[in-house]
Nanobody
Framework: QVQLVESGGGLVQAGGSLRLSCAAS????????MGWYRQAPGKQRELVAL???????NYGDSMKGRVTISRDNAKDTVYLQMNSLKPEDTAVYYC??????????????WGQGTQVTVSS
């Protein structure tokens, strides 16, 4: 099995910054894609950012220009640096990873979510 453990959420004032981390562990052969999604109350889950194991990134429109995604392949860890945070960024942020446990098996895994609250 594979586990994703997030950390780094919390309460921050508008204009502030936070850095989220997500570490994958378990039976891992490779992780082609890691990323972050978020879900605000009453809204659908939306993409924040994705990164391949080769470093290719893709950003969702909602936070583009204010976030940077990175990863440490040796540690199976993905990071999300969030700057210039706004109250509307308040949401639960979920780590997601497409994990290969073998060359024959690839499936998505989700973390438990970490709350980010931005006060005005």
């Amino acid at each position: 099995q594979v586990q994703l453990v997030e950390s780094g959420g919390g309460l921050v004032q508008a204009g502030g910054s936070l850095r989220l981390s997500c570490a994958a562990s378990g039976s891992i052969f490779s992780i082609p894609i890691m990323g972050w999604y978020r879900q605000a109350p009453g809204k659908q889950r939306e993409l924040v950012a994705l990164i391949s194991n080769g470093g290719t990134t893709n950003y969702g429109d909602s936070m583009k220009g204010r976030v940077t995604i990175s990863r440490d392949n040796a540690k199976d860890t993905v990071y999300l640096q969030m700057n210039s945070l706004k109250p509307e960024d308040t949401a639960v942020y979920y780590c997601n990873a497409e994990v290969m446990t073998s060359i024959w098996d690839q499936r998505p895994y989700w973390g438990q979510g970490t709350q980010v609250t931005v006060s005005s």
